[in-house]
């Protein structure tokens, strides 16, 4: 098993739109390095870590993935805010997975207590990288929903 971090507008899509809908696709993926992330290393059962940002930043639940990655319909729908002109259905170019809603955290963990807190350093999350789908290592993982997020 693997472990992610998927971030999220928390005003157009939070933890509780999730857990309401039970499930959901995770479209609008346009960065390759994230495309790449959940066409080639997610697999079904991985843990994902649902993370707000905007202007409450921090981690508020975990999702599972429910789907191997299969191309993104918002990529051909001319209407979409993510419509790609270049992808084809025979070359698709914008992948994505499905997830499920697992739980929400007690508390959110912010992103400054993940900062400040020195057993999650070298969380790709801390670092000047702004990609919305990233790996987080199992220590992390564990770190941030066993102890932080059951405070």
């Known amino acids: 098993m693997q472990y992610w971090l998927l ?6 899509y939070p933890i509780d739109a999730l857990k309401k809908d039970g499930k959901t696709a995770w479209t609008g993926i346009r960065n ?9 290393d ?3 059962g991985d843990l994902c870590l649902f993370y707000h940002s905007g202007s409450d930043m921090g981690v508020y639940g975990v999702a599972r993935v429910v789907s191997e990655s299969y191309p ?3 990529q051909f729908d001319r209407n979409s805010d993510y419509f790609d002109e270049k992808a084809t259905k025979a070359k698709p170019t914008w992948m994505l997975v499905d997830i499920e809603y697992v739980r929400a955290l007690k508390r959110p963990v912010t992103l400054a207590e993940i900062k400040a807190e020195p057993e999650l350093s070298g969380m790709m999350l801390t670092k000047p990288i702004r990609l919305s789908v990233q790996p987080v290592s199992e220590k992390h993982f564990r770190h941030i929903t066993e102890t932080k997020g059951r405070l």
């Open 7 to 12: 971030k999220s507008e928390g005003d157009s």
């Open 72 to 74: 993104d319909p918002t």
């Open 42 to 44: 997610m697999r079904v």
């Open 32 to 40: 390759y390095w994230a495309r790449n992330f959940m066409r080639d």
